[in-house]
């Protein structure tokens, strides 16, 4: 399982970086990632303030704007 953890950032990671392209893939590894922070916050309140990025907050932001566009 800390294999697929790491892919995730991997593909996250590359994506910002310019490694590797903006794809579905990126967006899917985007929602896991964000899906797993949700479940820390709810799992203990030492994560409530964990947050992503502003860089990730952006790349969040541009696959809303491609799917409302």
Do not use: P
């Not at 790491?6 to 579905?24: C, F, I, M, P, W």
């Not at 797993?36 to 030492?46: M, T, V």
């Amino acid at each position: 399982m800390i294999e697929a953890n790491s892919n995730h950032y991997q593909v996250v990671a590359g994506s910002l970086t310019g490694k590797r392209e903006t794809d579905e893939q990126t967006f899917a590894s985007l929602a896991a990632l964000s899906e797993r922070l949700e479940r820390l916050k709810g799992i203990d309140d030492a994560f409530s303030g964990v947050a992503f990025s502003a860089a990730v907050e952006e790349l969040q932001t541009s696959k809303t704007a491609v799917t409302v566009g």
